[in-house]
Nanobody, 127 residues
Framework: QVQLVESGGGSVQAGGALTLSCAVS???????MGWFRQAPGKEREGVAL????????YCADSVKGRFTISRDNAKNTLYLQMNSLKPEDTAMYYC?????????????????????WGQGTQVTVSS
């Protein structure tokens, strides 16, 4: 019964920054959460995961050092700060909620390990 709503997407020039938010509502318990993205014609790929306790995992070398995943459990909100954006980052970004507090138990960078998804927010990076 968890509902996830992403916001913060938009269009920026290469080198710019955006911060995405994912608000969690409905029946909610803290758990591993993640950000995923999907570009047209490509498979959905993991961006980053974060446990209830704040331990983060970045799914691809391409985002390490540029993207930061964080969460505010009191506000039931997940964040993704994206800096130094590149055209290759253009995609629909989705947040997902797991069921385990620890990501490594049930949830990985494989989107199939998550069952609850938001509707997505579009990020477009132009040259």
């Amino acid at each position: 019964q968890v509902q996830l709503v992403e916001s913060g997407g938009g269009s920026v020039q290469a080198g710019g920054a955006l911060t995405l938010s994912c608000a969690v509502s409905g029946t909610y318990t803290t758990a591993c959460m993640g950000w995923f993205r999907q570009a047209p014609g490509k498979e959905r790929e993991g961006v980053a995961l974060i446990s209830t306790g704040g331990t983060s995992t970045y799914c691809a070398d391409s985002v390490k050092g540029r993207f930061t995943i964080s969460r505010d459990n009191a506000k039931n909100t997940l964040y993704l700060q994206m800096n130094s954006l590149k055209p290759e980052d253009t995609a629909m970004y989705y947040c997902a909620a797991g069921v385990s507090r620890v990501c490594s138990v049930y949830h990985t960078c494989n989107s199939l390990t998550f069952g609850r998804w938001g509707q997505g927010t579009q990020v477009t990076v132009s040259s």
